[in-house]
């Protein structure tokens, strides 16, 4: 099934409604993808939702499609100075933006987090606003690969100016040489992929968001995937781990 919901209620906050919204499932699914920056988070949770009918959240592209909007809030604005810098984003900015979307959550289409839980707190604080959602989540994703891979990945990556589609120059490139396959618009290497920030980034990941590894393998919802390879072999991983792991058949 073709399956493209444009995420307007994430995107631009809950007074926006989806025109086209993910489609209404009775299995839905809510995932949580884990991983350094560059690992291909943003890639793999596009091919998730078109192959589980799920909408991709990712903290990441709401806070770029709030770049340059007239109407940014002093907090939206202090959010983007930080990630322009390519450190976090403060705990209490991120978490009060995620319980406004919780519509998001409730999405009868289910959900991929991506970007978000980023640190502990994070992930304590969603753990209430789903619990008082009463929405569980399946499972956490963590693509594991090497920091240096990381690294090396990082200046392959371009990104649509448009839609924000993720291409990578060898490893899913567009069709035509910087111009995005699914709209047309101009593909862009992100301000905070430059390598200064990226170091800042990685050391973030280390400190911040790897503690959640464990975090989750505690509360029995860690599938770890290997992120070597092609995109469409880690897909193709990932859905073999998540069946096993949810005791599905097919998506
Ligand atoms: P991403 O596209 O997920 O790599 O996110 C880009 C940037 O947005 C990060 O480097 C942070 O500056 C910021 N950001 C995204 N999600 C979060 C989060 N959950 N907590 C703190 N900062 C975040």
Known sequence: MSHDPDRLAWLRGDEFSCVEPAVSRERRYRLVLLGPPGVGKGTQAKMLCERMGTC????????RANEGTEDASPAMAAALDAMHRGELVSDDLVMSMLRERSNCLRCSGGFVLDGIPRTLAQAESLEKTLGDLGVEL????????????????????????????VYHLTANPPQAAGICDDCGGELMQRDDDQP????????????????????????????????????????????????????????
């Not at 991709?56 to 806070?63: A, E, N, P, Q």
């Not at 399946?138 to 589609?165: H, M, Q, W």
């Open 56 to 63: 991709h959240l990712s903290t990441g592209d709401l806070f």
């Open 138 to 165: 399946d499972a956490v994703i963590s693509y594991d690969l090497p920091l240096d891979e990381v690294v090396n990945r990082f200046s392959g990556r371009r990104t649509c100016s448009s839609c924000k589609a």
């Open 196 to 251: 200064e920030t990226i170091r800042v980034r990685m050391h973030a990941y280390t400190a911040a968001t790897q503690p959640l590894v464990q975090y989750y393998s505690e509360r029995d919802k860690l599938v770890s995937i290997d992120g070597h390879g092609r995109p469409e072999e880690i897909a193709d991983r990932t859905l073999a781990a998540l069946k096993k792991h949810m005791a599905v058949e097919s998506f």
